[in-house]
């Protein structure tokens, strides 16, 4: 990722650079998509997957409350990119190799986002 001189805090979170890179794999692979889906899968994959990153820039800007929710919502965002993966996968857009990938990509951040969410929690609660 490239430095600026103007740097924001959550742009230090190992999870934020993790879901940047994350969408970015899913803007390579969705270049392959037929031209048909580009306002259906595509558009969709692309959101989800991006839409991790967005949630934790905005939420780590918050309150703990609020930050543990948008973590929620970065959650379920990376969970809908598996059914987009599956569906890229069953309709031969990706190869079997790049749906595993993905898998493991989207397994390794919601780990990432619920041990934050863990962390973040037990400060609410204290």
């Known amino acids: 990722m490239r430095t600026s001189r103007y740097h924001f805090k959550f742009e230090d979170l190992t999870i934020y650079s993790a879901a940047m890179d994350f969408g970015e794999v899913v803007n390579n692979q969705s ?11 595509t558009s ?8 991790i990153a967005l949630n934790i820039a905005e939420g780590a800007g918050g309150s703990d409350k609020q930050f543990h929710n ?3 919502n970065a959650w379920h965002s990376a969970h809908e990119c598996v059914s987009c993966s599956s569906k890229a996968l069953l309709r031969n857009y990706i190869t079997i190799e790049e749906d595993e990938e993905n898998r493991r990509l989207i397994t ?19």
């Open 108 to 126: 390794e951040l919601s780990k990432m986002i619920t041990t934050l969410r863990t962390i973040i929690y037990k400060r609410i609660k204290h």
């Open 44 to 51: 969709q994959f692309k959101r989800a997957a991006d839409s």
């Open 31 to 41: 270049k392959k998509f037929p031209k048909e889906e580009r306002f259906e899968l």
């Open 70 to 72: 948008y973590l929620g």
